[in-house]
């Protein structure tokens, strides 16, 4: 019984820190107009947020490829999964289920949807978002599938160089980025 009940607390203070997240983003994401990729008027802030997340990030273990590498499907990822967009990321986080019964596995009670959170931040705010998040939305270790919903002619102009930028970032956070963008690794 009390190990039930701390894991409802574990998995209620993870729920409430990315519900307080993105109340915080949602709120402070409407102040800077223009391309929020651009990072060069704020370069030392970018760069502390860079070295403040790495340090914080290498708490989560090393990635282990052989958990993860034969994943391309976003239904089948566990770790957080980066969406680029025009103005913004999607970051999408999937708790894990913190019952160990197999009883509804997967039934209406223990949905995977329920446990999904998803929060938009700028490039920014990534840092910050990525460092936040509970160890147990790294079930991988410290990598991120990076994708984009599907290839549009509109898109096609911005992408590769807000997908650059977002890799870098992630990169210098020493977090490892399952680009899923090729021909090869799209579903």
């Known amino acids: 019984m009390l190990r039930s009940s701390f894991r409802y607390a574990r998995l209620r203070s993870a729920a409430l820190l990315t519900l307080a997240l993105s109340a915080f983003l949602a709120v402070s994401g409407c102040r800077n107009p223009g391309n929020t ?5 704020h370069a030392a802030q970018w760069a ?14 090393p990635p282990l490829k052989s958990a993860y590498l034969a994943i391309d499907r976003e239904a089948q990822w566990k770790n957080p999964y980066l969406s680029i967009e025009q103005n913004m990321i ?10 160990a019964s197999p009883v509804d596995r997967g039934g209406l ?52 160089n807000h997908l650059a930028i977002a890799v870098h970032a992630l990169q210098d956070m020493g977090v490892v980025v399952d680009d899923w963008n090729h021909p090869a690794a799209m579903p």
Do not use: C, H
């Not at 070295?51 to 990030?57: D, I, K």
């Not at 509970?134 to 911005?158: L, S």
């Open 109 to 160: 009670t223990r949905m995977r949807s329920a446990r999904k959170q998803v929060v938009n931040v700028r490039l920014a705010e990534l840092p910050q978002a990525l460092s936040s998040l509970p160890d147990g939305a790294w079930p991988y270790g410290r990598v991120v599938a990076i994708g984009r919903e599907k290839e549009t002619p509109q898109n096609r102009a911005w992408f590769p």
């Open 37 to 41: 990729f651009d990072m060069s008027r």
């Open 48 to 61: 502390a947020a860079k070295t403040a997340a790495r340090q914080e990030l290498a708490q989560v273990p």
């Open 90 to 99: 999607q970051l999408r986080i999937y708790l894990p289920d913190e019952n």
